[in-house]
């Protein structure tokens, strides 16, 4: 088992950015595929960005693409999503999440979970 914790959200304007880390401990975090996802009020969660074991590949969801950036230190057991140009409709709670089987866009995929950090992003 893996557990999560995530840290890094809050509250800035339009055109901002933010860091958030997830810090893993428990197992063996470059056994996991790492993702992000989110979830906005009213809304589903939905699939953010994912990192392979070793970081070698990335996928983005073309809402995010080209804006935020994610990265893993398997010697810190800690994935990052760095987000550029935030905007309104980025406003959510971010979940990291941990799968050891799949690099996967579906969150049914993925067994472990952090409990959230709130990013909220001003007009």
């Known amino acids: 088992q893996v557990q999560l914790v995530e840290s890094g959200g809050g509250l800035v304007q339009a055109g901002g950015s933010l860091r958030l880390s997830c810090a893993a401990s428990g197992s063996t975090f470059s056994s996991y595929c790492m993702g992000w996802f989110r979830q906005a009020p009213g809304k589903e969660r939905e699939f953010v960005t994912v990192?392979?074991?070793?970081?070698?590949?990335?996928d983005y969801a073309d809402s995010v693409k080209g804006r935020f950036t994610i990265s893993r230190d398997n010697a810190k057991n800690t994935v990052y999503l760095q987000m550029n140009s935030l905007k309104p409709e980025d406003t959510a709670v971010y979940y990291c999440?941990?799968?050891?089987?799949?690099?996967?866009?579906?969150?049914?995929?993925?067994?472990?979970w952090g409990q959230g950090t709130q990013v909220t992003v001003s007009s």
């Open positions: 990192i392979s074991w070793r970081g070698g590949n990335t």
């Open positions: 999440a941990a799968n050891r089987g799949f690099y996967s866009r579906d969150y049914a995929t993925y067994g472990y």
